[in-house]
């Protein structure tokens, strides 16, 4: 129920017991491998059947999917050619946005603790992000 | 459709046009606030008809959100009682718990930067709560 990504850790995986929606889960997995650059503008992803058997879901779940990364400014999709990425304009985030982000962190943190992670692990793998949100920033200044 | 939290910026928010069911949402941000030590043992939560008139939501909403956090151990539920915080067992986490809390950072992280996020911005709000959880971890120890 995985498919791997080129070159880093991230993989595409859906968890059917897990309280997300599986089309979410594909939108947020699909997303993250897009922002990390695992795709370009003009690449094909996999046809919505391919896609759908791979991960072991009904076509229909990868379909709408799909059309949110469309909406999203992602994908262009058309029917007999597929979804191809696209190059998607930069946004401009809105206070709103910092808030939403803020508030997912402190929740993914609150439920890590609860699952009893270690308090120096998390803070540990937090520090390890932003260190590599900084490495991309160079990465794109140079 | 907020319910400010004693001494810190997390509130109680459930946000009717998100992808995230609202039961959940409440489930989350409750989480939280019994992970940030908004509440102790002993104290009781709002009941379940003033938590959904509160937030404006159905009350079979907050019982169910209630019924998940029982059963996560965190609440008493009894008939007439109410809902009351209970000393919750430390738990011991999972290689898998462990992998669940990156990809939720990952996905949140990719999120934040496809709305626009400044990348900065984005490291800085993750090493800001590193920083914030050591120092609970120094709160635990002293």
């Not at 889960?25 to 759908?52: E, Y």
């Not at 059309?67 to 809105?94: F, K, M, Y």
């Not at 982000?101 to 803070?123: F, K």
């Amino acid at each position: 129920m995985t498919i791997p990504e080129q070159n880093s850790p991230p993989v595409l995986r859906v968890d059917l017991r897990a309280a997300t929606p599986v089309y979410r889960q594909i939108v947020d997995g699909l997303r993250a491998m897009l922002v990390g650059g695992a795709f370009q503008p003009g690449d094909k992803l996999p046809t919505v059947r391919q896609m759908a058997v791979d991960l072991g879901v009904h076509h229909n779940t990868v379909a709408e999917a799909y059309r949110l990364l469309e909406e999203e400014g992602w994908l262009d999709l058309r029917r007999r050619h597929g979804a191809t990425v696209i190059l998607r304009p930069p946004q401009s985030a809105s206070p709103r946005h910092q808030d939403d982000y803020t508030r997912a962190l402190r929740e993914a943190t609150a439920r890590a603790l609860a699952d009893g992670l270690d308090l120096e692990l998390v803070a540990g793998i937090l520090n390890q992000l932003a260190e590599s949100i900084k490495q991309q920033k160079k990465g794109t200044c140079s």
